[in-house]
């Protein structure tokens, strides 16, 4: 699991070796089985989560009890609790795991310590900002401009892996629609083709 870290961490052209090492040793590694609850709305997490192996949720509770999936984090990518880190308020958000996973974790305090002294270490948290700030762009405007039809073929196309990992339940709710309508969806798809 060291080495598939090691690996994430070289995408950042600019992290040298001491670097990653640093983040390396920074990090706790962890198998979770499908099912675990990472981070409970409600409580303080100051994690962040990169998915070595298998698949996680991040999701919101709406007033009325009904979840809504924001966030599906597979392999190769991170996922947190920005409430927390950002504000020193309680998570908004749930963090679940899909499958059984392996995950390597590390406090965002601790990362923002040590970046403090390493200029490398301050870019690295720079790009993950722009990279979720692109992506929470991405999704304000895939709810807002598109149809239920085309947030499912964006999601296929950029996503075509995640199809058979993502339980129905949780894509609908990731789509902003019910389990029904996304077979609607579907079938209407599949009868244009």
């Not at 080495?3 to 983040?23: D, N, P, R, W, Y």
Request: glycine share 4%; proline share 3%.
């Amino acid at each position: 699991m060291v080495e598939a870290l090691k690996h994430f961490f070289k995408q950042f052209s600019f992290l040298g070796v001491k670097e990653i090492a640093s983040l390396v040793q920074l990090c706790e590694f962890k198998q979770i089985k499908q099912g675990t609850i990472l981070v409970n709305a409600g409580d303080y997490n100051y994690n962040t989560f990169v998915v070595l192996k298998g698949l996680l949720r991040n999701y919101i509770i709406k007033h009325n009890g009904e979840e809504r999936t924001t966030l599906f984090a597979s392999e190769g990518m991170m996922t947190s609790s920005p409430n927390t880190f950002f504000k020193d308020l309680p998570s908004n958000e749930g963090v679940m795991a899909l499958e059984d996973c392996w995950i390597a974790y590390f406090d965002m305090r601790k990362f923002e310590k040590l970046a403090r002294e390493n200029l490398k270490l301050q870019r690295l948290f720079t790009e993950a900002l722009k990279l979720n700030f692109v992506e929470a762009i991405t999704r304000l405007e895939y709810h807002t401009t598109m149809s239920p039809e085309e947030r499912y073929e964006h999601f296929r196309y950029h996503h075509p892996n995640l199809l058979q990992r993502v339980p129905q339940i949780y894509l609908a709710s990731y789509l902003g629609i019910t389990p029904v309508s996304l077979s609607r969806v579907r079938a209407r798809l599949a009868k244009k083709k």
